[in-house]
């Protein structure tokens, strides 16, 4: 997955759109969907920015929408609970479960909704980042913002090093299955502790192994980041301000709680 962003990240239609104004855009977007009263802001959002990801970046589709699969099913998950757990008003929905009362009422129901739309408005947002900006030229964008350098470096190495010890997890992992290391509960449990203690000590090296290859290259306490000098046309600048201005928009307006 992490070199599937990447791949698409660095080859897409809008790779030559200046990232900041592409953070500007999803980041803008994604306090609009989590602040907004009702689901339509969040929806609206939704929507124009996964029509940006397949058509403005040419995203294929069924690999966008493989990867809104699994967010969007804990979003359901949790949407549910909510229904059930929460709210007063009219009953819309009611079961008997081992002798248990559930019931879905007005406010839960309105709640379960506006969480799963602002969910899904907020992962498209974050996906139109992921999909179309480098994560180079985010830290780039990072450092332009004077944001601390100590706090830049640390999440550049975090980055890296998550997938390296990813990588390193998956091979272990394989190593165990070969030899059946997931033939029955126990087995599985002991093979997953063996991984766990096995991922640490493999971490603890490649971190003494960093420090010394960071010193033999004279590092300085700074990293240099290359950043592509793109700036924003007219035309995209006014493009994203109508965007944000007509969701800002729909979320002041369309301000009444009750949507069943």
Known sequence: M????DDYAHDNAL???SARLKLLLGLASM???????????ALFVAATLSLA???LARIPGRVYFHLLLLPLSFALLSACVVAFMHGDGRTLFSLSIFGLDLAVKEEGANLALLLLARTFGGMCSLYFIALTTPMIEIFATLRYLHLPTSFIELSMMIYRYIFVFLDQAAR?????????????ARRSL???????SVLFLRS??????????????????????????????GRQMLAVGAHLALASSIAVLCREPSLL
């Not at 306090?31 to 802001?41: D, E, G, N, R, W």
């Not at 603890?204 to 240099?224: F, H, N, P, T, V």
Request: aromatic share 4%; proline share 3%.
């Open 2 to 5: 992490h070199n599937l962003l």
């Open 15 to 17: 790779r030559d759109v």
């Open 31 to 41: 306090l609009i969907c989590v602040s907004a009263p009702t689901p339509a802001a």
């Open 53 to 55: 990801v397949v058509l």
């Open 172 to 184: 272990i992992h394989s190593a165990q299955v070969m030899r059946l290391g997931d033939s029955g």
């Open 190 to 196: 002991d093979s997953f502790a063996m991984l766990s």
């Open 204 to 233: 603890w090296e490649q971190g003494e192994r960093l420090i010394i290859a960071m010193d033999s290259r004279c590092y300085d306490g700074k990293l240099d980041i290359m950043e592509q000098a793109v700036k924003a046309t």
